[in-house]
């Protein structure tokens, strides 16, 4: 697993949710580091690439985590 600045659970959560919590809480983290987002709703994966672009940050990419559950990872850019 990529090791992440933060890490936020929306496993549970429906879209727009898992976007909408990524948006609130990833200027916790410093410029280049990580966020995860953990969805497993399958919009996650349209959802969070989208929302990078928009905010102009840098979708690096989606893994598994042990459990199978999507982990879409985003590097604050600004």
Avoid: F, K, N
Avoid at 6 to 12: A, F, G, N, Q, R
Avoid at 16 to 40: D, F, H, S
Avoid at 42 to 67: F, L
Wanted: contains cysteine; aromatic residues 4%; glycine residues 6%.
């Amino acid at each position: 697993m990529t090791p992440a600045a933060l890490e936020l659970d929306c496993t549970d959560l429906l879209c727009p949710m898992p976007v909408i919590q990524l948006g609130r809480r990833y200027t916790e983290v410093a410029v280049g580091e990580l966020v995860a987002v953990l969805a497993r709703d399958v919009a996650a994966r349209v959802d969070v690439p989208a929302w990078c672009r928009m905010r102009g940050q840098e979708y690096v990419g989606e893994e598994m985590t042990t459990d199978q559950v999507p982990r879409h990872l985003v590097r604050r850019i600004s």
